[in-house]
T-cell receptor
Framework: DAKTTQPNSMESNEEEPVHLPCNHS???????IHWYRQLPSQGPEYVIH???SNVNNRMASLAIAEDRKSSTLILHRATLRDAAVYYC?????????????FGKGTRLHILP | DAGVIQSPRHEVTEMGQEVTLRCKPI?????LFWYRQTMMRGLELLIY????????DSGMPEDRFSAKMPNASFSTLKIQPSEPRDSAVYFC????????????FGPGTRLTVL
């Protein structure tokens, strides 16, 4: 699986936008970019995924660079509940297997 | 749907004892995954099943660990004998292949081996 690089931790103020970066310079043409997050004392939960175009859903937006070597998860208005570890993951969904390999992620701290 | 159900939520046992963790996936999902999370190693995939058949068990640490999925609605992860280094949070997750999107995780079982 292609490798991703994320900052270990980030801080943001409540009610402000948060931009979480992810580098994936060795991404292949069939790799989808997925984001999961893990709230304290809970299992990971899916946030968003994309291939080439920017994506929006009720939780976040995903901005993908034109060369696909990096992406940014955008939380438009952070709340205290968004404090979590955010994982950027590449998944080749053309493959028969369907497993996720988690890295260390970015621990996001939200300041009130 | 109640989501992925795991039991027990907490387990404390002594070294050498057998431990069995249980998982009920979301109805209709055809993939089931077992993960282990520790501070040192993060979140690791142990094994996953497709249509009740084990597909990849390369993450299972050693022969003391075994996993079964006798039917589409139930899976177990067994550790025999347990050791203190097995202490971790064990997560079960399930997904539906055709969506290609997301795995749904259970709340986890926190295992402490004394």
């Amino acid at each position: 699986d292609a490798k991703t690089t994320q900052p270990n931790s980030m801080e943001s103020n409540e009610e402000e936008p948060v931009h979480l970066p992810c580098n994936h310079s060795t991404i292949s043409g069939t790799d989808y970019i997925h984001w999961y997050r893990q709230l304290p004392s809970q299992g990971p939960e899916y946030v968003i995924h994309g291939l080439t175009s920017n994506v929006n859903n009720r939780m976040a937006s995903l901005a993908i660079a034109e060369d696909r070597k990096s992406s940014t998860l955008i939380l438009h208005r952070a709340t205290l509940r968004d404090a979590a570890v955010y994982y950027c993951i590449l998944r080749d969904l053309m493959r028969r297997d369907d497993k996720i390999i988690f890295g260390k992620g970015t621990r996001l701290h939200i300041l009130p | 749907d109640a989501g992925v159900i795991q039991s027990p939520r907490h387990e404390v046992t002594e070294m050498g004892q057998e431990v069995t963790l249980r998982c009920k996936p979301i109805s209709g999902h055809d993939y089931l995954f077992w993960y282990r999370q520790t501070m040192m190693r993060g979140l690791e995939l142990l094994i996953y099943f497709n249509n009740n058949v084990p597909i990849d068990d390369s993450g299972m640490p050693e022969d003391r660990f075994s996993a079964k999925m006798p039917n589409a609605s139930f899976s177990t992860l067994k550790i025999q004998p347990s050791e203190p280094r097995d202490s971790a949070v064990y997560f079960c997750a399930s997904s539906f292949r055709r969506t290609y999107n997301e795995q749904f995780f259970g709340p986890g079982t926190r295992l402490t081996v004394l």
